[in-house]
């Protein structure tokens, strides 16, 4: 556990170890919210990766793969290619 004083400009300095074990550098986006009176902090990367890995498990639960997802895809493109613009 490390402590962090916050500033007057409502600054905090995270300590080096913190930021190693979270694989945080300068610049980085951090999500601050509070849970039942408790600050929590999570890197913005570390969500957009889980919820990247929910996306797959959902695909793999669904039992649609990543070639047929791309080519429906290719396929209603080619058909909206074919629409006049404006009509639906």
């Known amino acids: 556990m490390s402590d962090a004083v916050l ?3 409502r600054q905090i300095t ?3 170890e913190v930021c190693d074990a ?3 550098r300068p610049g980085d986006t951090l999500e601050l ?3 039942e009176s408790v600050l929590k902090m999570t890197p913005r990367k570390a969500r ?12 793999e ?4 793969s990543e070639e047929g997802l ?3 895809g290719r396929r209603v ?12």
């Open 7 to 9: 500033r007057p400009k």
């Open 14 to 16: 995270i300590p080096k």
């Open 22 to 24: 979270l694989d945080i």
């Open 33 to 35: 919210f509070v849970e």
């Open 48 to 59: 957009a990766l889980d919820a990247l890995e929910e996306i797959r498990s959902a695909f």
């Open 61 to 64: 639960r669904s039992g649609i």
């Open 70 to 72: 791309l080519e429906e």
């Open 77 to 88: 493109r080619r058909e909206m290619a074919r629409e006049p613009a404006g009509e639906e």
